[in-house]
């Protein structure tokens, strides 16, 4: 109880419009924690929910605006020494109308953990990094003018193979930008991990060309809060933007 009231009082002090989540737990759970935020004023009437490979490592969606349409990427596959392996925790895309005239293709994500796998668990999640780079690029050729915003726990930091094969391996026109996200003191890590007793950035807000310019950064924060850590591992991300040129809408 006391580490579910730690985690809607450390959402509550930013009350976010939009909310991602990764390892949340089952549809009950994720019923659960909607409501408890719902009865802590922050009422969120959309939602996306993609059940993952365990009970507890899903990803979720909460949306204060309606959510056109939502597609949970569950088929995607690649093969590592002659095995093929899918996708473990699958991406939510979600378009999200924040007004008439203007929308939001999010993707949430939570790329392959750190734990050990015989194939090796970088190669993994770079590969994971890979397709979802790709589908990113698809839905910009198809919608140009489209805001993207990716965000989750990636597991990898900024300089490894996973956040290159994201961003796009052309530093000087990046297929997504990483926001440069600090907390009231200027620190930048997002995860603690107790047993190597280390603090890393590993969890990201990326967008793309169109919605770069609309970033709000005196505004955006990584959440320092005094009951973070009672919450989770991971330290929540804001970002704030504001639409200066509206967008057409997409289908």
Known sequence: ADEIDAVSTVIGSVHPDILSIQEIGNAYSFDFFRNTLASNGMTYAYSAYLPGPSTYANLGVLSRFPIESVAYITNETYTIQGTT??????????????????????????????????????????????????????????????????????????????????????????????????????????????????????????????????????????????????????RPLVSVFKAYNLPSASP
């Open 85 to 234: 392996l899918p996708v473990s925790r699958g991406y939510i895309e979600a378009v999200i109308a924040v007004s008439d005239r203007y929308r939001v293709r999010l993707f949430n994500t939570h790329l392959k953990s750190k734990r050990f796998h015989e194939l090796g668990q970088t190669e993994m999640r770079r590969n994971e990094a890979r397709i979802l780079n790709r589908i990113v690029r698809q839905r910009m050729e198809e919608f140009p003018d489209d805001n993207i915003i990716v965000m989750g726990d990636l597991n990898d930091t900024i300089g490894s193979a996973a956040i290159q094969e994201l961003t796009g391996d052309d530093p000087e026109k990046p297929v997504l930008h990483p926001l440069p996200l600090a907390d009231r003191l200027g620190d930048v890590w997002t995860h603690f991990w107790a047993r190597e007793d280390t603090y890393s950035r590993i969890d990201y807000i990326m967008v793309n060309d169109a919605m770069k310019p609309e970033f709000v950064p005196e505004k955006s924060m990584i959440i320092r809060h005094d009951r973070a850590r009672q919450a989770s591992d991971h």
